[in-house]
C-alpha cells in the first residue's frame, strides 16, 4: 500500500486507533519498509462511558497488585492516558487504603481505593495489568473473566517450556492451557502477535535491555553464538518493595551488590528469546549487579563479530531495525548511552563500539528498569493489543538532572 493510499483511507476516529505512517529507508543497498498498520478497537471492550475526546470511547482498567513498584508505575502512566481509566485497583496487603496513603507522590489523582483480590469486581474492567509475584500469578489469571485482555508483568507466562519455568523459580507451572496463549510481549519484536493476543507476558528488565540490541545481530548472522558475555547493572528497585536484608541501605549503598551468579531467573528467558532469533540454541554468561540508584538498568554486552564483519556492520544492521522506531534509539557513533539519559521514559539508549581485541564488539544498552523494562512496555504492549497508537500515554521525555 503507497503512502498516497494510506492518506486516502476514510479513518473513522471513534474506531480506528493505531495508523503508523508508511516509511521507506535504504539499507545495505536494499529498501525496507515499515508496514502501516490500522488496526480497530474491538466492540466488546468499548465502555458506554466517553471522554472528552470526540466519540472516544474509554478502556477500563484492574490493576492487580498496585501496591508494588511496577503497580504503582502503571498507574503513574494511566493517569495521562486519554482513553484508559482505571476502575480497579488490588493489593491484599494495602485493601482498604488509597493509593495515595502508599504512594503520596500519587495523592493528587482520583482513583479508587484499593480491595483485596477477592473483593474486586472485574464487571467494570476491560483490561487487566498484572503486577504480582511469580507463582501467584497464574491461578489467579485463571480465574479472570475469560474476555478480559491482560498484560502480565510477573515472569509466571515469559517461559513457553513449563520444565524450565519448574527448574528456575521451583514451582510447578498451574496454568498449562494459559501458557500456551501467551504472547511473549517484546514490543518491537513481536507487535504483530501482541495486536491479536489475549494474553501477553511482559518481558523482564534484564531481558529488554539485552534482547533489544542482540535480535537483530543474531537474526542477521553478523556476531557468533558462542562467548556472549552480560554485565548487567540495575537500580536498586529491581528487587521489588519488599523488605528484605540484602535491599537495606547500608547493604546497598556506597558500593556494587552481584547477585544471582549463574543462576539469575532471567537467564532461560534471555536464552529462549536468542535462541528463537538464530533457530538453534544460544547459552550466555550473564552476572547481574545491583547499583546504588533507585531506577536504572546498563547491560554491557561483549561479542564475537562474525568472520568479515566489522563494527560498521553491526551499527549499520541496528540503524535499520530501529530507524523507525520511536522507544528504542541507536545512537550516533562513539556517544556512549547513560542511564540517566532514559530515566523516567520509556526509551531504550544503545550503541555499538570496537573491542580492543581484534573481531571482538561491546554493546551498550541502557533503560528505566520500571518503565520499558517494565509498565512502559506493559502500556505499550496493551495500546497495541487495544487498537491504540503504541506511543499514548508513553510521551515521557527522561527526568534530568
Not at 497488585?65 to 508505575?73: K, L, V, W
Not at 498507574?75 to 482498604?96: C, E, F, Q, W
Not at 531495525?321 to 539508549?349: A, I, M, Q, W
Request: charged share 20%.
Amino acid at each position: 500500500m503507497s503512502s498516497a493510499a494510506l492518506g486516502s483511507l476514510p479513518l473513522d476516529a471513534g474506531r480506528l486507533r493505531n495508523v503508523v505512517g508508511l516509511k521507506s529507508r535504504q539499507c545495505n543497498g536494499s529498501v525496507l519498509r515499515v508496514r502501516a498498520s490500522v488496526a480497530p478497537l474491538p466492540q466488546s471492550l468499548q465502555s458506554p462511558e466517553e471522554k472528552s475526546h470526540g466519540t472516544e470511547k474509554t478502556v477500563r482498567i484492574g490493576v492487580l497488585g498496585a501496591s508494588g513498584y511496577t503497580g504503582a508505575e502503571i498507574v503513574r502512566l494511566l493517569v495521562n492516558h486519554p482513553h484508559l481509566s482505571i476502575t480497579v485497583m488490588t493489593a491484599d496487603r494495602k485493601a482498604g487504603q488509597s493509593i495515595g496513603s502508599v504512594f503520596p507522590h500519587l495523592r493528587t489523582q482520583n482513583l479508587p481505593d484499593m480491595v483485596a483480590i477477592k473483593d474486586a469486581d472485574f464487571s467494570k474492567v476491560d483490561a487487566v495489568f498484572c503486577c504480582l509475584p511469580h507463582g501467584t500469578t497464574q491461578e489467579i489469571i485463571k480465574g479472570l473473566p475469560k474476555r478480559l485482555k491482560i498484560v502480565d508483568l510477573s515472569a509466571d507466562f515469559r517461559l513457553r517450556n513449563t520444565d524450565e519455568y519448574e527448574e528456575w523459580y521451583g514451582l510447578p507451572h498451574k496454568a498449562l492451557e494459559l501458557q500456551q496463549e501467551a504472547v511473549y510481549g517484546l514490543t518491537e519484536v513481536s507487535r504483530d502477535k501482541i495486536q491479536s493476543a489475549r494474553l501477553v507476558a511482559n518481558p523482564g528488565c534484564y531481558p529488554t535491555s539485552i534482547q533489544l540490541p542482540l535480535v537483530p545481530l543474531i537474526k542477521g548472522r553478523l556476531i557468533e553464538l558462542r562467548n556472549i558475555i552480560i554485565d548487567a547493572k540495575s537500580g536498586v528497585s529491581g528487587a521489588g518493595r519488599g523488605a528484605k536484608e540484602a535491599n537495606l541501605y547500608t547493604e546497598i549503598s556506597e558500593g556494587i551488590h552481584s547477585y544471582g551468579i549463574t543462576k539469575h531467573r532471567h537467564v532461560p528467558e534471555i536464552e529462549q528469546g536468542l535462541s528463537d532469533a538464530s533457530h538453534s540454541k544460544v547459552t550466555v554468561s550473564f552476572t547481574p549487579h545491583l547499583m546504588p540508584m533507585s531506577r536504572g538498568m546498563q547491560s554491557t554486552i561483549y561479542v564475537e563479530m562474525s568472520p568479515g564483519v566489522t563494527i560498521d556492520d553491526l551499527h549499520q544492521q541496528l540503524m535499520c531495525t530501529y530507524e523507525g522506531e520511536e522507544f528504542v534509539r541507536l545512537l550516533e557513533k562513539g556517544s556512549v548511552p547513560h542511564t540517566r539519559h532514559v530515566r523516567g521514559s520509556n526509551y531504550c539508549f544503545m550503541n555499538v563500539f570496537e573491542d580492543r581485541i581484534p573481531g571482538r564488539a561491546i554493546i551498550i544498552s541502557v533503560i528505566d528498569n520500571l518503565v520499558k523494562g517494565a509498565s512502559g512496555q506493559a502500556l505499550q504492549n496493551l495500546n497495541l493489543m487495544m487498537g491504540f497508537p503504541e506511543n499514548m500515554g508513553l510521551e515521557y521525555q527522561p527526568l534530568f538532572p
